[in-house]
């Protein structure tokens, strides 16, 4: 194996530990577990706006009746595989934390024993999808990815009509106090300027099929096929 791919297996295995172990924690910010504090509900009206409006602009595209299949990349507690599924879409939701897995299943087990949701714990560029979806969500995703057109390639492959993906903004004391936080966990973290963006589209042949959405403290990306 070499020096990348033996970082990227690394890397991997960093996120997922961290989000293990976070995932109680992650989830109570929509409110679906543990009792909010002060400070935390505090820095969700002032600095967790961008996560309300990405999850919105999800919403507000995905109620096309032409998607019905969605695969969530990085599906985190299921805050959007629930929202997905009461939509009556049918989903898949991949996710590399079991932890976070655990959560979504106990919070669509209706809808699993339905048929109607299956979960995969895999890396996305590890596990290979026998169908095609209508439409991919990676939200919260990018933050955690060094090689996204590695990622872009394999999404053309999969998805037929359209990306809503989301990349965390560079700049700014919060995202440097992030950072920070992360590092000291053993969590990789990476920051785009909308420039970045332009740059990675144009490199993967997306230029005049993307819209970028300037959100707080995200750009919300939607690319339609």
């Known amino acids: 194996m070499d020096n990348n791919k033996n970082y990227a297996v690394t890397e991997t295995k960093d996120v997922e530990a961290f989000f293990h172990g976070y995932a ?6 929509y409110g679906h577990t543990k009792k909010r504090s002060v400070s935390d509900k505090f820095l969700d009206t002032y600095f967790r706006k961008s996560m309300r409006l990405r999850y919105d602009l999800v ?3 995905t109620a096309n009746t032409n998607i019905k299949t969605i695969l969530d990349v990085g599906c985190g507690g299921g ?3 629930e929202a997905l599924l009461n939509m009556g879409k049918t989903v898949t939701g991949l996710d590399i ?3 976070m897995l655990e959560l979504t299943e ?34 919260g995703f990018f933050d955690y990815i060094k090689t996204p057109l590695e990622v872009f390639k394999k999404l053309e492959t999969e998805i037929t009509k359209e990306l809503l993906m989301s990349f965390p903004k560079s700049g700014g004391f919060l995202g440097w106090q992030r950072k920070i936080r992360y590092n000291m966990r053993n969590c990789p973290l990476y920051y785009y300027s ?10 993967i042949g997306w230029s005049g099929k993307v819209e970028i959405f300037d959100i707080e403290r995200d750009f919300f990306v939607r690319v339609k096929f």
């Open 59 to 61: 919403l507000k595209y």
């Open 106 to 139: 106990i919070k669509t087990k209706k809808f699993v024993a339905e048929g109607k949701v299956n979960y995969v714990h895999s890396g996305y560029l590890e596990h290979e999808f026998t169908e095609k979806f209508d439409a991919a969500v990676l939200v």
């Open 24 to 29: 109680a924690d992650f989830d109570s910010i």
């Open 194 to 203: 909308k420039k970045d963006l332009e740059t990675l589209f144009s490199k």
């Open 79 to 81: 805050v959007y595989c």
């Open 97 to 99: 934390a079991e932890g």
